[in-house]
């Protein structure tokens, strides 16, 4: 069991990074002009990965209560998952988003 809880916490990890990928990828593919793409691939995920680092990280500075701490992940992760459907891979924005809700369950699950 204790191997599986390792792999879950691993792939969580990467679905925080494929989170921040996601953000990157959406903004350099929606923005018109080469200083909107730049702004919007790297504002987008650099402000999810403040937020998360205050507020989400295991050991962030603000620790919120579970229900807002599972609702601050479902908008991050959401919004992830919108950005690649709008961005034109909504197979993939399917794909993680049930993987990321998935894995944060088990993770609930088996604290």
Same mark, same amino acid.
Do not use: D
């Given at each position: ?17 494929c989170m921040l990928a996601a953000l990157a990828? #959406? ?12 702004? %919007? ?10 937020? #998360? ?7 962030? &500075?603000?620790? %919120?209560?579970?229900? &807002?701490?599972?609702? %601050? ?24 988003? &049930? ?10 699950? #088996?604290?």
């Amino acid at each position: 069991m204790k191997a599986l809880k390792t792999g879950n916490l691993a792939l969580l990890f990467l679905l925080e990074l494929c989170m921040l990928a996601a953000l990157a990828f #959406w903004g350099f593919h929606m923005g018109g002009s080469l200083m909107v793409k730049l702004a %919007l691939g790297i504002g987008a995920p650099l402000l999810a990965a403040i937020v #998360w680092g205050i507020l989400m990280a295991p050991r962030a &500075a603000i620790k %919120l209560p579970t229900p &807002a701490h599972l609702a %601050l992940f479902l908008v991050i992760f959401g919004a992830a998952a919108l950005a690649l459907a709008v961005a034109g891979q909504p197979l993939l924005a399917v794909i993680f988003i &049930a993987l990321s809700i998935l894995s944060k369950a088990l993770t609930y699950v #088996w604290r």
